[in-house]
């Protein structure tokens, strides 16, 4: 049964489809997709009066909320296809087109999301067994997208911005004030900024049984070290209880070696260990940021009320790295 406000959500999105896709498309099918605490999607089909129908994913940020870059994301993702790495199509995309807000419309990729599945789903076993090679390639792609062709991506330090941020929020908590302290101590050596991903991990994928069909969630891209990218992949919340630690998939000499073979850059491993630390503490204040977000008012939301649970166990991950 369809909703009052499914159907709007539909004639919304018939009205940005049909310059691209022709008069008289329909939309239908429409399912809110489970995930995504900070924007919305939604699987539907587009029908036309000619040729099939088109499955299709609308991403947008929920009602209400403060504007998220989606139409950057959707330059994003156009770049990164050029560049080779395996993203969705974009269809359309737009700031407020005819009441959708910030969206994007790109085209459906069956597989698998859910990371839990991917590392215990058996027909997924010769996935897992190639996903940490697959993403020290990918990341090399990601790294190569010209700076030129995503303009006004920011960048500038990092640990700073962070920093500033948790102040921001009021919220304190000693063992990330210690681990701010442990990474001003002991700076990784800068790089060159390149295109950084910001959210590249497991959950962020879409995989079937060859490994790695698309890389999703650019909302959090900027420019910076590649070396982040590579870290926040390691994060401990990203291994899902697996002991493996590139994503619960992978061994760390695989990622490595594959992304120094396609990007030609070293990998410094001590500097490598700082930005996991850093991605470490980055996911605690996440944590509090979108938890606030709920408490404030700004987005009712039980999952990110719920996320607001994960600080603690993030400030032990965060204890347990520092030496």
């Known amino acids: 049964m369809t909703t009052a406000s499914g159907v709007e959500l539909g004639e919304q999105l018939r009205a940005v489809l049909e310059p691209r896709l022709g008069p008289g498309v329909t939309v239908d099918d429409l399912v809110r997709l489970a995930g995504g605490s900070s924007r919305e999607c939604w699987r539907f089909t587009a029908r036309r009066a000619t040729g099939a129908p088109r499955h299709l994913v609308l991403r947008r940020d929920p009602p209400g909320s403060p504007a998220s870059g989606v139409r950057l994301e959707s330059q994003l993702l156009t770049a990164a296809g050029a560049a080779g790495v395996p993203v969705p199509a974009v269809v359309t995309s737009g700031d407020a087109g005819a009441g959708l807000g910030a969206f994007v419309v790109v085209e459906f990729l069956d597989g698998e999301t859910i990371p839990r599945r991917i590392l215990r789903d058996d027909a997924l076993a010769g996935a897992r067994a190639a996903m940490a090679t697959q993403c020290g390639e990918i990341l090399a792609d990601i790294h190569r997208i ?23 929020l009021g919220q304190p908590h000693p063992a990330f004030e210690l681990g701010f302290r442990w990474l001003a101590a002991n700076r990784a050596p800068p790089s060159p900024e390149v295109v950084v991903h910001g959210d590249f991990r497991n959950g962020n994928f879409i995989v079937g049984p060859e490994g790695i069909r698309a890389v999703l969630d650019w909302e959090l891209t900027h420019l910076g070290d590649p070396l982040e990218d590579l870290g926040w992949l390691c994060v ?25 073979r396609a990007s030609g850059r070293h990998v410094d491993r001590d500097a490598l260990f700082w930005w996991q630390v850093f991605g470490t503490l980055r996911w605690g204040v996440i944590c509090i940021l979108q938890t606030m977000t709920h408490v404030s008012g700004t987005v009712r939301s039980v999952e990110l009320a719920a996320i607001g649970r994960r600080v603690a166990e993030v400030e032990w991950d965060l204890l347990e790295m520092l030496p």
């Open 146 to 168: 010209p700076v030129s062709d995503v303009p006004g991506l920011l960048g500038g330090d990092q640990l700073e911005q962070l920093q500033a941020l948790l102040d921001e």
């Open 236 to 260: 401990k919340s990203w291994r899902f209880g697996s002991p493996l630690p590139v994503g619960g998939f992978g061994r760390l000499d695989e990622l490595v070696s594959a992304y120094e």
